[in-house]
Each structure stands twice: as structure tokens, then as C-alpha cells.
């Protein structure tokens, strides 16, 4: 079994290509990140053909995250008992059946119904491709497997945004999940018939045991502030360019672009993680985003400068998610499943409250308030990362 608890250096190691399943990993996040995203560009269309308000369908993709944090906080614990790559092809297989349900709905409560089960397959299935991506990544070589898989939100954010809306004027919006539902289809095909080693199924504990695990409580509070800083901001951009900069709302598919260009190329750089550790830049990682954060206030009167600092965004936010990633998997390889659980259940949670929270701040005091706070609320993040780290002792001190 790979440990991605590591020496720093990979100067002495062989150099260990990353593993095709990895690829095969990000085809399974581009999907799930093609649901999440698709429903927004297409609402109107969906809501024309069901006969609600846009609103009404959007409850939609809110049970799609409801069901995907419920599942991954109470069943994520699974992986750990019945294997990764088993409960993935689970996961799956009932992703399928809730988006050929979405595809197929004919009136909204079917339709939430269908994304509440895509939701609940989605909360195993991330935390199950997570826990392979650390288990089949070469030694040294850590980070840059987990970014290989990361850029599948690179594909889904690109492929979501910019091609479903476009789908849904030429051939309807059942055909946007129709064509989901196939990628979905054609990666549990590649998961099942790939040749895969990985750790031994073992015995399941609660899934909240994870959180007795030393060093997962301060990284998972680092992970939702980053999330909900996150959230917070990108939910209120489109409408900042629009009402403060009088720019059409097209102009949401280049920003979405910019920041998925930045996310995805920074892939290229994982590298860099593993030489100088994850432990270690975590900290400055937060900073930086806080970093990126400020000059978005600065860049918030010009859509070129915004265009320019949310590429940046993409680019540390890469980096951030890796190494969140990265550390909370390699405190007890055991409870990888569960950990990851907590992360994404955590994740869900925080875009929750950070969409509500920032929501209030922007309508009171507009946008740069908005990247003020969340600049700030990385700082603080930063901090605490930088002081819990010190604090800690035996196995998570040892990361990266």
C-alpha cells in the first residue's frame, strides 16, 4: 500500500509515472462536477419545460447537496469496510440511475427526487475517488497523482457551464443529463474493468472515529473556511459584473473559464508539493489565497483585472484543495474513506453557509466587502493552520 506520508524530497526517488487510473479517476470528478454545474446554466429552459420558477427548480441542485452531505458524513465510513474501488462502482452505478431519473423527470418533484439520490451517490463517490487517488499514487509522487485528479473539476467547470446551456438550446435540457449520465456510464465501465491494487478492506468503526484522529479537527476547520470563503465569493461574481459593471451575463462564461484554465494548469506544478511538502505550505498556501483575495479588491471595478486575478484565484485554489487533500489522507490510511467523508460533508456544509452568509454581506455593503472578508478569513486560516502544525506531534507530523 503507497503512503503518502513521504520524505519531502523525491531528488532520491525513482521516478514513478503516475498511474493510468488516475485519468480514469478524473473522468469519475468530471462528472460528478458536471452535475453539480449544470443545472444553473440551464434553469430557465427546465423551468420553461416543467412549468415552475426558476427558483422552484434550483431546489433542486439544493437536495443534489443535501443528499451528497448527508451521505458523505454518515456513509462515507463504508469505503473503509467494503474497499475504494467497490463502493465507487456503487456510487456510480446509482449516479446513473439518478441522472437518467433527472433526464427522464416530468414533473420537479421527480426531478429532486433524481438529484437528492445523485447527491447521495455523489457523497460516496468523491471521498471514494479521493481514497484511491492516495492509495495508488507512486512514492513522491503524491500530490501530483491527487492534481491529475483534481482537474477533473477543471473539466466539469469548463464542460458545465460554458456546453450545457448551449446543449439545452440546440437539443433540450434532457439531453444534458442524457450525456451525464453516459460519461457516468463509461466511467464505472473503466473503474470496474481497470486493474487496480489497493488496500485491504477493513473493519469499519464509527464514521465519526475519524475525528479522534490527531490533526483531522484543525484541518477540516481550515477546510471550511476555505470553502465557505470560496462559495461565498464565486456565488456573487457573475452578479457583481453584471449590476455594478453593466456586463452581460455571458461574460460569467469567461470567468468561469479563466478560473478553470488557472485551476487546471496549475496541475502542472503539484511537483513542486511534494519536493517542498504539504505540511509546510499549507500555510503560506492560505496566505496566498488570502493574497488573491485582496487584489480582487483592488481588481473588482475592471473585468479585465478580474478576469486576471480569478485565474489566479484558480491557480491557488488548486494548490489549497491539494493539500487539504493530501494531509487528510495521510493521517490514518485506514480511515481514508471516512476522512475523506468528513471533507466532502464539510465542503457541502460550508457552501451552504457561505452562500447565505456572504449573500447578507454583499446586499449591505457590496462585492469588495465580500473579497475584504474572505481575505480575511484566509489570514485567520493561515494562523491557525500555521500554529496547530506546530502543536502537533507523532504520525500527522510527519506529512508531507
Known amino acids: ?18 498511474p493510468p487510473f488516475a485519468f480514469v479517476l478524473t473522468v469519475c470528478i468530471a462528472a460528478i462536477g458536471s452535475n453539480s454545474l449544470a443545472l444553473g446554466p440551464i434553469a430557465p429552459e ?37 474497499g475504494a474501488r467497490r463502493m465507487l462502482m ?43 487517488a492516495a492509495a495508488i499514487a507512486p512514492a513522491g509522487r503524491e500530490s501530483q497523482t491527487i492534481g491529475v485528479v483534481l482537474t477533473g473539476w477543471t473539466l466539469s467547470m469548463v464542460a458545465g457551464v460554458s456546453l450545457s446551456a448551449v446543449a439545452a438550446d440546440l437539443v433540450g ?5 442524457a450525456a ?97 511538502g504539504a505540511a509546510r505550505l499549507l500555510p503560506r498556501i492560505l496566505a496566498a489565497v488570502a493574497a488573491v483575495y485582496a487584489a480582487m479588491v483592488a481588481a473588482s471595478g475592471s473585468l479585465t483585472g478580474m478576469v486576471a486575478v480569478v485565474f489566479l484565484w484558480g491557480t491557488m485554489n488548486h494548490f489549497g484543495l491539494n493539500v487539504l487533500i493530501a494531509r487528510l489522507t495521510a493521517l490514518d490510511p485506514a480511515r481514508r474513506g471516512a476522512m475523506m467523508g468528513f471533507y466532502s460533508g464539510v465542503t457541502y456544509l460550508a457552501m451552504f453557509a457561505g452562500t447565505l452568509g456572504f449573500g447578507q454581506l454583499y446586499g449591505g455593503s457590496g462585492f469588495a466587502a465580500l473579497a475584504a472578508t474572505a481575505a480575511a478569513l484566509m489570514l485567520a486560516a493561515a494562523g491557525y493552520a500555521a500554529t496547530t502544525a506546530r502543536r502537533r506531534e507523532g504520525p500527522a507530523g510527519r506529512e508531507g
Do not use: K
Open 1 to 18: 500500500m503507497t503512503n503518502i506520508n513521504q520524505p519531502a524530497s523525491v531528488s532520491t526517488l525513482p521516478a514513478l509515472r503516475i
Open 46 to 82: 427546465v423551468a420553461r419545460s416543467l412549468a415552475v420558477s426558476v427558483p422552484a427548480v434550483m431546489t433542486a441542485s439544493a437536495a443534489f447537496g443535501l443528499g451528497t452531505a448527508a451521505s458523505a458524513f454518515f456513509l462515507a465510513a463504508l469505503i473503509d469496510r467494503h
Open 90 to 132: 456503487a456510487a456510480l452505478l446509482l449516479m446513473v440511475v439518478g441522472l437518467a431519473g433527472s433526464g427522464l423527470a416530468p414533473a420537479l418533484g421527480v426531478l429532486v427526487a433524481a438529484q437528492l439520490a445523485t447527491g447521495v451517490a455523489a457523497g460516496i463517490a468523491i471521498p471514494a475517488i479521493y481514497t484511491l
Open 173 to 177: 435540457w434532457r439531453a444534458v443529463y
Open 180 to 276: 451525464v449520465a453516459a460519461a457516468t456510464l463509461a466511467a464505472l465501465a473503466a473503474v470496474s474493468l481497470a486493474p487496480v491494487r489497493e488496500p485491504a478492506a477493513g473493519a469499519t468503526q464509527s464514521a465519526f472515529a475519524a475525528l479522534r484522529v490527531r490533526g483531522a479537527v484543525p484541518l477540516l476547520v481550515v477546510c471550511a473556511a476555505f470553502m465557505a470563503a470560496f462559495y461565498g465569493v464565486y456565488a456573487y461574481i457573475g452578479d457583481h459584473l453584471h449590476r455594478a459593471l453593466g456586463l452581460p451575463l455571458s461574460v460569467n462564461g469567461l470567468v468561469a473559464l479563466s478560473y478553470g484554465l488557472g485551476f487546471g494548469g496549475a496541475a502542472f506544478l503539484d511537483r513542486f508539493i511534494d519536493r517542498f
